[in-house]
């Protein structure tokens, strides 16, 4: 019994670590802070806590352009009231997701 047990409880912590594609999420806040990395920011989605212990995620970018153009799509969709979707890694850094693409959604 106890065998069974462990299986199914490193099932779960396996799975919560999957990466996978999220959609049609509300934005409560976006936060550009100063970091050695000007590609980071970071997103809160009070809907969608995560295994690493909160609803923070965080995008990095290859280039500047690419993270203004992540972050202007993130912000838009805060200042409009849209939603958005992304891929989330899996990844945790701290408390943090990481996310990787990023749009706009209804």
Aim: aromatic share 14%; charged share 15%.
């Amino acid at each position: 019994m106890k065998h069974y047990f462990f299986i199914i409880i490193l099932s779960f912590t396996v799975t919560s670590f999957a990466a996978e594609d999220v959609h049609g999420l509300t934005v409560d806040y976006v936060y550009q802070f100063d970091h050695s990395n000007s590609t980071v920011f970071d997103i809160n989605i009070p809907s969608r806590p995560h295994s690493c212990g909160s609803t923070l995620y965080r995008s990095y970018s290859g280039s500047d352009a690419i993270a203004s153009r992540k972050f202007s799509l993130v912000l838009t969709a805060f200042t409009s009231g849209k939603k958005i979707s992304f891929h989330d890694t899996g990844v945790c850094e701290g408390s943090r997701v990481k996310v990787s693409w990023i749009r706009i959604t209804n």
